[in-house]
């Protein structure tokens, strides 16, 4: 069974930093691309990042491109989301989401991924 947990959330001034990490279960997790999404108040769920399978594509939203990155460590099963220059339009839950299919390139649309972690909370203060 394919688990996903969150962590590195939390409060952090505008302009801060903040790494997210997700632990993947399964000795399969290689074989898939992933992508971070969040949802903010009023808002429906966004595309924030995707990582290929083999980390070597990577997608960025565009309000948070030069200033995200994403990247995993396939050894470890882990997926991050290091966030630098954060602005308070940033405050969401951020979830992390596993591709259906596997040797993907990653997608912006959520109904791509078939498994999603509970998510963590980022605040970000101005």
């Known amino acids: 069974q394919v688990q996903l947990v969150e962590s590195g959330g939390g409060l952090v001034q505008a302009g801060g930093s903040l790494r997210l990490s997700c632990a993947a279960s399964?000795?399969?997790?290689?074989?898939?691309?992933v992508g971070w999404f969040r949802r903010a108040p009023g808002k429906e769920r966004e595309f924030v990042a995707s990582i290929s399978s083999n980390g070597g594509s990577r997608d960025y939203a565009d309000s948070v491109i030069g200033r995200f990155t994403i990247f995993r460590d396939n050894g470890k099963n882990m997926v991050y989301l290091q966030m630098n220059r954060l602005k308070p339009e940033d405050t969401a839950v951020y979830f992390c989401a596993r591709e259906e299919s596997s040797s993907g390139l990653g997608s912006r649309r959520s109904a791509a991924y078939g498994y999603w972690g509970q998510g963590t909370q980022v605040t970000v203060s101005s």
């Open positions: 399964g000795r399969t997790f290689s074989r898939y691309a």
